[in-house]
């Protein structure tokens, strides 16, 4: 974060820097070899340190876009919720960041739903909290969003997931951090060569990358505008030893919508404990007197994850600090060691590892209203939303010809039938042309559409038609039958393309096809 220095405004470092670069390369005064540079600082932009983003700011002379004023150096700050617990208040809590969290507290109680063996998966979809400081973009950036998240537990051993040669030839554009670092740009390359060079660190991480590929393609992303991208060294969240967000391509730039991350060991070894902090409590005690106490007692708190960081530090710079009843304390070498326990095992001890797609709704959602927009060939005004019909809010249309009440009957005999079958749809018996109740339809993405006309009502067997959205194209079978084959198309367990092969084409009855 930085901040406005005479005004407080806040803003988001590394957004802010990223606006500033975009804007000095739209200068048409901005060589090709200057604009090349700017944007490998903004390729790099999750990779600086907060001394790098310091330096950044001022050597491109950065000032707060509303008032033109300085702006204070990059500080850290605490995206999570801080309240208060229970009546009294006096008890601070912190809403849930992830919803991950839960998964691993009941770690004990989900393995023993799996007789106690590796590897079990557990999947959790809920509200996650965010204290964003500019959020903005609609659905991109929100501080209460829903997220839904698997926890793929597995045995570090046998990192080798059995189902992966179901997705190995996927062809998917991966931007990995090396090319992220060195300017290259993504590349298309087959998941199985990606995981056979190292690229992806293991076959399980590499399943639920194409896993993930898969499912997005599913719900209407489309393949050219899904990229995995690397995250690089300094960008990795402390829990995790290689991680690849899927990214989607909208009017906002490239966006992340999922992220999928090796949690090696992180956060089942944080809950355990076979690490401690060894003080010396005489240095303790003559360098800290009555305070002393404080420090003890903070040592004896840490968990192993803070005490292998911290461990670093001494090895490193010989000290580190420590913050505790708002005071902060330095540790010095003498001052403390870290032991380790030596257990003998009667029983083979593992730690499993975890690996964790992480998938942001909001932003799928977002991705899927983009990518499914359309408009008609020579018709501007014609738009649609080609969803997949698996996930179209609306499966089915029913469409009676003209306002004729002998059409009511098979408009009620289909209603019915459509609930029966539990698909989605939506009767439109207004006034208008039929061409217009198409159009209206498409506007929302309904997937198809059935009009019930004069031949319904006249002729035996009473057929009616059935309309792809996509297409347009048209087919004509029994009324009795069309609920049921909507629901098939539906569930994807039938395609339009076998629809035309088994039934008449039919032309005719969409004579307007412009909006009226
Ligand atoms: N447990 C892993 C985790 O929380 P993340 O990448 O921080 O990973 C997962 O978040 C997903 O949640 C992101 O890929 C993104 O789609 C979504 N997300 C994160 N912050 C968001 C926000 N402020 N508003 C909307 N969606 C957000």
Known sequence: MVKDAKTGECYRADHLLKAHLKQLMSDEKCSAETVAGLEDVITQMDNYTQQELADLFVKYNVKSPSTGNDLTPPTSFNLMFQTSIGPGGNMTGYLRPETAQGM?????????????????????????????ISPRSGLIRVREFTMAEIEHFV?????????FSNVADLDILLFSSKAQTSGQSAQIVRLGDAVEQGVINNSVLGYFIGRIYLYLIKVGLSKDKVRFRQHMENEMAHYACDCW????????????????????????SCHSKATKFEPNKGAIGTSYKKDAKLVLEFLA???????????????????????????????????????RFQKTLHVEEIVPNVIEPSFGIGRIMHSIFEHSFRKREGDEQRTYFSFPATVAPYKCSILPLSQ???????????????????????????????????????????????T????????????????DRDSMRQIRAEVAELPAMVRDLSNGTLTWVEVEKKFPIFEGQETSSKKE
């Open 104 to 132: 691993f507290l009941n770690f004990k109680r989900l393995l023993e739903f799996n007789q106690g063996k590796l590897p079990f998966g557990a999947a959790q979809i809920g509200n996650s909290f965010r204290n964003e």
């Open 155 to 163: 045995d570090p051993s046998e990192k080798n997931h059995p189902k």
């Open 245 to 268: 967000d899927a990214e989607s391509k909208t009017s906002y730039g490239w966006i992340e919508i999922v992220g999928c991350a090796d949690r090696a060991c992180y956060d089942l």
């Open 301 to 339: 708190g840490c968990d192993e994850c803070y005490i292998a960081d911290q461990e670093k530090l001494l090895t490193g710079k010989g000290e580190f600090s420590i913050e505790t009843q708002g005071r902060t304390f330095e540790v010095t070498k003498d001052m403390v060691s870290v032991k």
């Open 404 to 450: 004729n009440q002998e059409f009511t009957p098979f408009v009620q005999q289909l209603s019915d039938a459509m609930t029966k079958n539990n698909v989605s749809f939506k009767v439109d018996d207004s006034s208008g042309s039929i061409g217009r109740r198409y159009a209206r339809s498409d506007e929302i993405g309904v997937a198809f559409g059935i």
């Open 452 to 467: 019930v006309d004069f031949d319904t009502v006249n002729k035996t067997p009473q057929t009616a038609t059935l309309r």
